[in-house]
């Protein structure tokens, strides 16, 4: 395995975009991805939305936050217990690629998957009339997230099972108190201290916060330090994630 890693950067980034391209074409129109990726979060968030007075630019930033949540952890915990089952992942190790290509391949699908759909949000508000008034701050943020997101997703399918159903459990198990206490569908402003402490330690309140401000022009937390923590917290997930994965691939086989 460790043979595998001297192969040279550009080489292994060959491999990632086409590991990615090979899931894009796999895992984009599986189940598990559709009712978790795209269905399930357009309920819950008109689930919210119906009966309540909200303000369109509120709204527009929550389905935006909702949507690139949801899209981009949608893929990447499904293709690991896939591959293992199916047997295909023995023929990828097998390949001259590092384990940390493999996983970077899987993130590539994942945030593309939560790129593309972001487009979805943005249409819509634009659509309603809301403006942008900070459009590059508003679409660094969505790549940053997606990316962010996808990371987190990738540490979902570390255990070694090949029953994706498992890896979707564990998912939703993280992906939901990572979203109720992010200060998504509550103002971070209209929470008690407690609330902000608790808040502080989703991702998904940085972003959330980049897209208000995108959007408005306030913010709680400086724009600096939001994109700063968002990126932090992309480099921990990564790093997890392919040690994680490192440790695991063994048991798979």
Known sequence: ???????????????????????????????????MGILFPTFMFAAFLIGRDLDVNFLMSNLTVVTVFFT???????????????????????????????IFGDI????????????????IGLNLG?????????LSGIVLASFCFS??????STP??????????????????????????????N?????????SVSPLTYFTDLTIYSITGASHYHVSLDFTILAGFTIFFLWVSVKLHERNMSKRM
């Open 108 to 123: 590539l699908a994942s945030f593309i998957f939560g790129i593309v759909f972001s487009l979805v949000p943005l249409i």
């Open 130 to 138: 809301v403006k942008v008034l900070y459009p590059l701050t508003f």
């Open 1 to 35: 395995m460790r043979n595998h890693v001297d192969v040279g950067l550009s080489h292994q980034l060959r491999r990632a975009f086409a590991i990615c391209k090979k899931d894009i074409r796999i895992y984009y129109l599986k189940a598990p991805v559709i009712v």
């Open 160 to 189: 070694p099972t090949d029953i994706p159903a498992n890896a979707m459990m564990l998912s939703t198990l993280i992906r939901f108190p990572l979203l109720f206490i992010s200060g998504v569908f509550i103002p971070i402003e």
């Open 191 to 199: 929470l008690p201290s407690w609330g902000v402490t608790v808040a």
């Open 72 to 102: 981009s952890t949608a893929v990447t915990p499904i293709v690991m217990p896939w591959e293992t089952r199916s047997k295909t992942l023995e023929r990828l190790i097998s390949c001259p690629v590092s384990v940390s290509t493999i």
């Open 151 to 156: 990371s987190l997703a990738a540490i979902f």
